[in-house]
């Protein structure tokens, strides 16, 4: 080193200067992270933050089969069934989910979720993407078992989880098997039902 | 020790300080070299359907681009133009806009002049000449989209430039002259964001109102806390609202956005399609929006609106997000009768197909369009009938909204039932030719009965392909030149055609195709019909007209008669 030229010197630190330049920003959050306590976690992995999406989406499905079917929602007549499968479709689990997610995407989350099914009730669950036919295929397969993969859409990368859903309760499967517009009506508790798809962009 | 002097001597000195300079000059040149030359004409093959006729045609024009590469959000948009007949020799023309330097967008402490918009007149050879300067239509500012209207019912299409800044509107005054007329009518809208704008008879008024949409409110000290390495999206910025003017009839307008019912200041506009969409005889609006859901903003006739986007699912996609939308085109693309939308997106486009009962499907899966855009990011998309098969196909312009490098363009078929393949190679050389897309239309600029194309791109040229057919086909068309009784383009003129057994519905609109209005004649690819039986046109104001026995393959001029 003491024996390179000032002036090459200068042409190097230019070259590494302007390859500084060329970055758009410089990152503050490391400044602030190497004064912060190492344990301390400073960001989220996409992983993560879909498991926590799903958590709480899963939450709220529950709570929703608690309001709107009841513990027990054993169908005691056809005209029982009458009045709560109008009742339900009006606000049934895919509307309700569907629902929320436009309620979410109308203010600015950068995220979007939405399920799908082999056998749809609604066109609108049906499978809108190679991975989501992929996903529906492959999933019932590996009981419990997410897939998480990279995915581009309209050349725009995404971060894609998608979750099985299952019949949780008895009352899933009878609405589904009693609903004139299912395909399927031999459902049973437990059964592999469809997924839900939650993606993240990674490209703003 | 050996001394540095003696150790390398004077030869030594002077190659190390060479080098040292020419480090120094590379890393300007490197900046530099990110935008790339204009591209030269692509060479056809001998059976390619498009050609390239840019050069041949006598257009000259390179997009002016202000920085070393995509810096921020402002820069990754384009502009476009549009295609209209000003001086009504039954040829159309082009307009087409640049940028220039602007303050906190691009590079700082460039000392460039802003290089002119331009107005190419058809020569009606194939050939175009730059008529610029005479016409007065250099523009100014920082220029992203044209519309062309008859706003004073001279029987002249005039146009409005959306700019980021001050927009403009240029009277044309029917001798080969535009005015600037911004300021006395009152449609500057200088504090906006202008990227989209198109001419509507909201109010059914008889004169035509002028809707702007506006993006975002750019400040280039924002910086993106989730990806330090590329520049903040959409959602770091305020949105800005659009904006409608109506037309007073006297030469001037008054914003009237919110008593319209209109005003949503947190959307982020990228283009507006005004469209009879319910086909009750009054424009409707589909405003395309970046990270927030589009509108579909329903009219009463009053020029009352109302958004209706959710609830009829054309405001998401099919996967439920609200990604960056960047056009609509329109066309029945399922032959049922009703206007269906196509839209690009920086993410998934959607193909939103009208059901019964008035909401929309989102058939982007099915269709085969989600497989054939997937690692595409689509800007100016555009139905067009480039076989004349009566069904209508698409073009789509793709580019990265990040990078300068280019990507290949799409030229999709449709099989009449509203399933696309890719129709690339029969297209042509130009769709293996990766280019920076942005805007696009569809036009016939030498009345051959089959449509062209034109196409902008970020920082390069732009290009005009003719369509010159397929050997030995056998199809038929139908052009429609649709005027009004002011002689105007008879926006919303509603169209029934049958012929060899089929009908086809469609509307005269103002097309857009992101950055772009296309051509403003109603073109039909028939197929094999070899007349049209009946043509029913129902004109905007109210009354029909109803023709039989047309005869095909030429341009029919059709007038509304006075009351």
């Known amino acids: 080193m003491k024996l390179l030229p000032a002036s090459l010197a200068l042409g190097v630190v230019a070259v590494l200067f302007a390859g500084c330049a060329a970055r758009s920003l410089s990152d503050k959050s490391d400044e602030s992270a190497a004064a912060a306590p190492a344990h301390l976690a400073d960001r989220v992995s996409y992983q993560r933050m879909a498991d926590g999406l799903h958590a709480v989406l899963r939450a709220a499905n529950a709570a929703w089969l608690e309001a709107e079917a009841g513990d027990s929602p054993v169908f005691t007549s056809p005209s029982d069934f009458g009045s709560r499968i109008s009742d339900l479709n009006r606000g049934s689990h895919g509307a309700f989910l569907r629902r929320a997610a436009q309620e979410i995407a109308t203010h600015g989350a950068e995220f979007s979720f939405a399920i799908r099914s082999p056998w749809p009730i609604s066109p609108l669950g049906a499978a809108q993407t190679g991975l989501e036919e992929e996903a529906l295929t492959v999933l019932p397969r590996s009981p419990g078992e997410p897939l998480f993969r990279d995915e581009q859409l309209g050349g725009r990368a995404y971060f894609t989880a998608v979750y099985p859903e299952t019949a949780t309760s008895a009352s899933c499967a009878d609405c589904h098997n009693r609903n004139t517009g299912s395909p399927r009506h031999d459902f049973a508790d437990g059964d592999f039902m469809g997924v839900l798809v939650i993606r993240i962009p990674r490209e703003f | 020790m050996v001394s540095k002097r003696q150790f390398l001597g004077r030869r030594g000195w002077t190659w190390h300080l060479l080098i040292s300079v020419l480090a120094l000059a590379s890393t300007a040149c490197r900046a530099a070299a990110q935008i790339p030359p204009p591209l030269p004409p692509v060479s056809a093959g001998v059976n390619d359907r498009f050609i390239d006729v840019t050069r041949q045609a006598g257009i000259g024009f390179t997009h002016q681009f202000c920085h070393d590469g995509i810096m921020n959000i402002l820069l990754s948009n384009g502009a476009g133009g549009a295609v209209f007949d000003y001086d009504n020799d039954g040829f159309v023309d082009l307009y087409l806009l640049n940028w220039g330097p602007l303050d906190g967008v691009t590079k700082r402490g460039l000392k460039v002049a802003r290089e002119p918009n331009r107005l190419y007149r058809n020569r009606g050879d194939g050939t175009f000449e730059d008529v610029t300067a005479r016409a007065g239509v250099a523009g100014t500012g920082f220029a992203s989209a044209a519309a062309t209207g008859d706003y004073d019912n001279d029987g002249f299409e005039d146009l409005y430039v959306a700019c980021f800044g001050a ?42 109102d002028l809707y702007v949409a506006n993006y975002l409110t750019f400040d280039p000290s924002t910086i993106s806390e989730q990806n330090p390495g590329a520049y903040p999206g959409p959602l770091a910025y305020p949105g800005e609202a659009d904006v409608l003017f109506r037309n007073r009839g006297d030469g001037t307008f008054e914003p009237i956005t919110q008593n319209a019912g209109l005003y949503a200041p947190m959307h982020r506009g990228m283009s507006v399609s005004a469209f009879d969409c319910d086909r009750d005889g009054d424009p409707d609006l589909y405003v395309s929006n970046d990270d927030t859901p589009n509108g579909l903003w329903l009219n009463d006739g009053k020029g009352q609106f109302h958004d209706a986007g959710l609830e009829l699912g054309v405001a998401l996609n099919s996967i439920g997000e609200a990604p960056g939308s960047m056009n609509a085109t329109l066309a029945d693309a399922n032959n049922d009768g009703w206007l269906d939308l196509f839209v690009t997106r920086f993410g998934y486009g959607s193909l939103y197909v009208r059901q019964e009962g008035g909401h929309y499907l989102d058939e982007m899966w099915r269709s085969g369009l989600g497989r054939l855009t997937q690692n595409h990011v689509g800007w100016g998309g555009s139905f067009i009938d480039f076989d004349n098969d009566g069904d209508p196909d698409l073009f789509i312009v793709n580019g990265s909204a990040f990078t300068l490098g280019g990507t290949l363009s799409l030229l999709l078929e449709n099989d009449g039932e509203g399933r696309f393949s890719d129709a690339g190679k029969e297209g042509g050389a130009f769709f293996a030719t990766p280019i920076d897309g942005r805007g696009s239309a569809v036009l016939d600029f030498d009345n051959d009965g089959r449509l062209d194309l034109l196409a902008t791109t970020l920082a390069n040229r732009p290009f005009l392909l003719r369509n010159r057919g397929e050997q030995g086909s056998r199809n038929h068309w139908l052009k429609l030149d649709v005027r009004d009784r002011h002689g105007r383009v008879a926006y919303g003129a509603l169209l029934t055609v049958e012929g060899g057994g089929r009908t086809w519905n469609t509307e005269v609109l103002c097309p857009t195709g992101f950055l772009m209005q296309g051509d403003t004649r109603v073109h039909l690819g028939l197929g094999s019909a070899s007349k049209v039986d009946r043509l029913e046109i129902r004109w905007p104001g109210g009354g029909t007209r109803t023709l039989h026995d047309v005869a095909v393959d030429q341009i029919l001029k059709l007038r509304e008669p006075n009351p």
């Open chain 2, 167 to 208: 927009n403009q509107l240029l009277r044309n005054r029917g001798d080969g002259t535009f005015d600037d007329v911004t300021t006395q009518a009152g449609v500057a809208d200088a504090k906006g964001t202008g990227i989209s704008a198109t001419f509507l008879d909201a109010d059914g008024d008889g004169s035509l």
